[in-house]
């Protein structure tokens, strides 16, 4: 539902407007009245279409690239999704609403930073799809496929794949496209906010891409074993197996005797 809100003067001379369209200039009007109390709108452009334009004949695909031009015109504004649902964060709300009774909002709070639209279409074009159309794209950690769309002349959606970051956020990773792969949600979720077995061996990779080379410095692991790790041995770089040689100054200890008596092992 709409609600009255403040328009700072200094909006009608914005420089983020000097590339937009008068209708698009509305849509970013019709955001800040349908906000919620704390910023918070939904996102997708059914929505969008129902509460900003309700008697123009706008389809799904013309909102879809009206947001994505009003997003990349504003920093501000914070696109994200939540369980398969989209949202968008004025994140300057603070600043220009005055609330004498806020009332908390309803909408899931962000849990990681936009990624810049120009890094989903990479992520689409690096898929295989370079413009308007879809594509199946496989999950890069366990090969599940998903959909890469690509909406609009700029808009990017994947479904049943999200995006993930190779080193996260938290540990300072950005949302560069060489930052960024497609994941499953369940290997996204698997994974969290740690690096994969690959990326902490040097080894990324792109799922439809070759295996690369042995990184220098890395030594090759022998195959686990069954109850214990290699049974103490490892591979060398000839793939021949060895012993773990013991320090010069140490001998190996003689063996037990066997025992004669029964006695509790633990």
């Known amino acids: 539902m709409a609600r009255k809100r403040m328009i700072d003067p200094e909006f009608w001379t914005n420089e983020g407007l000097m590339g937009l369209s008068y209708q698009e200039r509305l849509f970013f009007l019709g955001l800040i009245c349908n906000a919620d109390d704390e910023g918070f709108v939904k996102a997708n452009p059914l929505f969008l279409k129902a509460v900003i334009f309700p008697y123009d004949q706008i389809t799904p695909e013309e909102m879809c690239e009206m947001r994505s031009r009003v997003l990349d015109a504003f920093d501000t504004l914070n696109f994200y999704e939540e369980d398969g649902k989209e949202y968008i964060q004025i994140q300057s709300w603070l600043k220009f609403q005055k609330l004498k009774r806020p009332v908390q909002s309803k909408h899931p709070r962000p849990k990681k930073k936009a990624v810049p639209q120009e890094s989903r279409r990479e992520l689409a074009r690096r898929a295989g799809l370079d413009g308007i159309g879809s594509i199946e794209a496989p999950c890069h950690w366990c090969g599940k496929i998903g959909n ?13 794949l999200e995006i993930d970051h190779i080193i996260p956020e938290s540990q300072g990773g950005d949302s560069s496209p060489d930052n960024l792969v497609l994941s499953c949600r369940g290997c996204n979720r698997k994974k969290n906010n740690a690096l994969s077995p690959k990326e902490l061996a ?7 891409g070759s295996a690369p080379s042995q990184p220098q410095g890395i030594p090759k692991l022998a195959p686990e074993g069954k109850g214990r790790e290699g049974k103490g041995k ?6 021949t197996t060895n012993a773990i040689a013991l320090p010069p ?14 006695q509790d092992v633990y």
Not at 202 to 208: A, E, I, L, N, R
Not at 249 to 262: R, S
């Open 202 to 208: 040097g080894q990324h990779q792109v799922s439809t």
């Open 249 to 262: 100054d140490e001998e190996k200890p003689p063996p037990a005797k066997a025992k004669t008596e029964a």
């Open 234 to 239: 490892e591979e060398n770089h000839e793939g």
């Open 148 to 160: 890469v769309n690509w909406m609009t002349a700029s808009w990017v959606h994947f479904s049943d």
